[in-house]
Nanobody
Framework: QVQLVESGGGLVQTGGSLRLSCAASGRTFRRTAMGWFRQAPGKEREFVATINWSGNIQYYADSVKGRFTISRDNAKNTMYLQMNSLRPEDTAVYYC??????????????????WGQGTQVTVSS
């Protein structure tokens, strides 16, 4: 079992930055691929970024590539999403997610088994 808690959301102006954190508990965290997803009002949940268990492989949605950076610190059982050059269209609830142990990275939300409660990110124009 992996339990996830996001933090770091808030209100920021266009062009600003935020760093989201996802604190994980559970013995399997270090062998777990993880990801960030987001859901805006009236829209489906969409992939943002994913990282493998060792942290050396990352994939991003085209809409955030070059602006967002996913990383993890296995010693602290924490994953991060550094978000720069934020735009109003980045406004959404952001969720962190984890796969079962030993599974590879994935862009598909249905492949993730554990989810956090979400943190709101609002970018004002």
């Amino acid at each position: 079992q992996v339990q996830l808690v996001e933090s770091g959301g808030g209100l920021v102006q266009t062009g600003g930055s935020l760093r989201l954190s996802c604190a994980a508990s559970g013995r399997t965290f270090r062998r777990t691929a993880m990801g960030w997803f987001r859901q805006a009002p009236g829209k489906e949940r969409e992939f943002v970024a994913t990282i493998n268990w060792s942290g050396n492989i990352q994939y991003y949605a085209d809409s955030v590539k070059g602006r967002f950076t996913i990383s993890r610190d296995n010693a602290k059982n924490t994953m991060y999403l550094q978000m720069n050059s934020l735009r109003p269209e980045d406004t959404a609830v952001y969720y962190c997610a984890a796969r079962q142990s030993e599974q590879p990275t994935s862009r598909g939300a249905s492949n993730y088994d554990y989810w956090g409660q979400g943190t709101q990110v609002t970018v004002s124009s």
